[in-house]
């Protein structure tokens, strides 16, 4: 703000270099002096008196936003989704991102299982992956940063129910279904026998053509 407009705002903001003398102002009136008395002795008009009195003496204006933020940061700091948080406050999860970006908050890693099962439509055959799919129709899922685990959804249902995926082995879908994420429907196998699978007559859920063991 400029000096003149600062000089024409008339006691609605407050003054650095006579912050002393508001002071003073604010206290003499709490003591019941006149405002035009007051303001003779400080050299100013009476109307300005009661501008600096009124903004010393009303509560401190506070951001309605800070508050907002706060609670989201308890609930982010908690590990709730960010798309919960947007929805609870009515705003877009990239706002909550921002605030919590701006704050310095970072998320309690949730664990992988409870992401993936917010993505996945549960039924007695087929678990249906309901997040996104690459160009073969595979679940993808993004995991957390650092783990050095495989991003396709099947693979990480496996190894969160069922183990690890041998070393060199992928997994086949029994039910021919590539948006099954369910892990019995997966059979780990090599991939020359995963592609021998995929022949027609090759091996199917429930079939009886499964190699004889020797």
């Not at 600096?52 to 908690?78: F, G, H, N």
């Not at 609870?88 to 299982?113: L, Y």
Request: aromatic share 6%; hydrophobic share 35%; proline share 8%.
């Amino acid at each position: 703000m400029s000096a003149d407009a600062f000089r024409k705002s008339k006691g609605r903001y407050p003054d650095p270099d006579n912050a002393e003398r508001d002071r003073q102002i604010a206290a003499a009136r709490a003591a019941g002096e006149f405002l035009d008395d007051i303001g003779r002795k400080h050299g100013i008009s009476g109307s300005r008196v009661a501008a600096i009195v009124a903004r010393l003496s009303a509560p401190p204006r506070v951001d309605p936003r800070i508050a907002q933020t706060q609670k989201m940061a308890e609930l982010y700091s908690m590990g709730v989704p960010t798309k919960q948080i947007a929805a609870r406050f009515g705003v877009k999860p990239c706002v909550v991102n921002m605030r919590m970006h701006r704050a310095g908050i970072k998320a309690v890693p949730r664990p992988v299982w409870d992401r993936l099962a917010e993505r996945i439509e549960f039924a007695s055959g087929c678990w249906l992956w309901r997040g996104k799919r690459d160009k073969f129709g595979y679940g993808v899922f993004q995991p957390p940063e650092g783990s050095g685990r495989t991003s396709r959804a099947h693979r990480l249902t496996y190894e969160e129910l069922i183990g690890p995926i041998p070393a060199g082995m992928v997994l086949d879908h029994l039910c021919r279904t590539p948006q099954c994420v369910n892990p019995w429907h997966l059979d780990p196998t090599s991939i020359l026998e995963n592609l021998q699978r995929g022949l027609p007559g090759g091996r199917r859920l429930g079939s009886k053509n499964k190699k004889k063991k020797k």
